[in-house]
């Protein structure tokens, strides 16, 4: 599976990946409460926006990030029309009609709002995803929110198990090979493979830990409380000014939204 | 545990050795990767039917369960959640967003049972019902953020079954399964569980 992160040294790159948290992350709470279709548009086109140019993606890369995530969101479009509660919808017009099944307005912007909605969730956590180097982001988690660094660099380690499993995988599967099972098949057996590859990959996967975890406590790893760094992250002036603007703007947005009346309701109130 | 007290065991990391917590990213990791993967799978059943994506809603708390029954500590279904979500992070286009709440509430649920039983009973039954404990939080938190608000009162209970079931099968039995058969093969023989596995000769 590859990396979403885009290697790259912009604005975006530079900032603490937790400033990029504690700038996004009230938006996107606030967009995962909206109901009407205007406010996630608005947002989609800000996150991709910001994305884009301060965080100089290409705009093909972002592109291609995108475009699953927009095949999975026609679902949306296509089936909540049918599926929602027909006495939700009862009093907008009658868009089209197959058989006994009626078509409201009602409902298929239910399913337009929907699938914008959980669009610009995703749009807002791809400005971190794209623009973050994971290991950093765990480094900041362990040097400015005081994570245990043991959970950290335990986290960090499961990285470097990545190509181990990849290699693992391709001995079991020649292994298996040679013993004469065959390797095609429909769903069946593709669930069978799994079966047969689960516990051996795992078990490697123990093996390997158990060294690995041998080889840091001979190094004496988690001996003391601190410990040193060889990459010293901050959280410098600029992400409080990029925090402070991305709210600001997010603020600004929401409110303009609301003066024109497009905001409409937040699920919460809605509900209960 | 170490020393046999009468109080409740915490959830303290430093009872936790390099081995437990190395083997927990190594499982992490590995279904760190299928999970991502199974996000998408998910996320195209959630558009073309929110009862059908949660079939597989008990596979993001299996590793936890697994990591529960292996390593028999305190806060194993919470640390493993958060070492998944972390883990996975560069694969998943969700980001950052599910090490936020899944820990807590995924996690914290599953971890329940064995809390309740004080971590001394990692029986199927117990693995099970954690499993179910957080196919319940996970319905509940779909509840709150709207996901159902439009859909009848029998779609959403058929989902809520589900996800019993989902967490269940895929989530407690499912583990169980695993971690008996990967003690079997003899590289858990310093947990509890190998020792418990040995067979005498």
Known sequence: MESLYYQNDSLLHRLNPLSKIVATAPVILFLALTTAPWTPSVFILFFGLITVIWGRIPILRYLKTVTPL?????????????????????????????????????????????????????????LFVLTTDSSDFIR???????????????????????PMLHSELAVIRAAHKVRGISDRGGLRAQYDRARRYAVPLLATAIRKAERT???????????????????????????????????????????ILAKAGLLGSLVVLQEF | ???????????????????????????????????????????????????????????????GLMIMLIVRRPGANILTRVIVNLAQLP?????????????????????????????????????????????????????AFGFFSGFSFGFIIATLAIFLLSGALLGGVLATVLVNAIAKTGVLNSFAIGQEQQEEI
């Open chain 1, 70 to 126: 927009l095949f999975l969101i026609t679902g949306f479009l296509i089936f909540y029309p049918f599926a929602v509660d027909p006495a939700r919808v009862a009093g907008t017009g009658i868009a089209f009609q197959i058989g006994s099944v009626v078509v409201r307005w009602g409902g298929i912007i239910f399913g337009v709002a929907t699938a914008l909605r959980i669009l610009s969730l995703i749009f807002g956590t791809l």
């Open chain 1, 140 to 162: 900041a988690l362990v040097q400015q929110w005081r994570l245990s660094y043991r959970i950290g660099y335990s986290a960090m380690a499961a990285y470097r198990f990545i």
């Open chain 1, 213 to 255: 975890a041998l080889a840091m406590d001979s190094r004496a790893f988690g001996a003391f409380e601190t410990r040193s760094y060889f990459r010293q992250l901050t959280f410098a002036r600029r992400d409080w000014v990029f925090i402070g603007a991305f709210l600001a703007v997010s603020l600004a947005l929401i409110l």
């Open chain 2, 1 to 63: 545990m170490s020393t046999e007290t009468t109080t409740q065991p915490k959830p303290r990391l430093k009872d936790w050795t390099t081995r437990d917590l190395l083997v927990m990213a190594a499982i992490s990791i590995a279904f760190g990767l299928i999970l991502a993967g199974v996000n998408y799978l998910a996320g195209l059943l959630l558009a073309v039917n929110p009862m059908l994506a949660v079939i597989f809603s008990g596979l993001y708390f299996l590793p």
């Open chain 2, 91 to 143: 694969f998943t286009p969700f980001g950052w967003a599910p090490l936020v709440m899944e820990p807590l509430f995924f996690g914290g649920a599953a971890e329940m049972p064995f809390l309740i039983t004080r971590y001394r009973d990692f029986r199927l039954r117990i693995a099970v019902i954690g499993g179910v404990a957080a196919g319940v939080v996970s319905f509940l938190m779909m509840l």
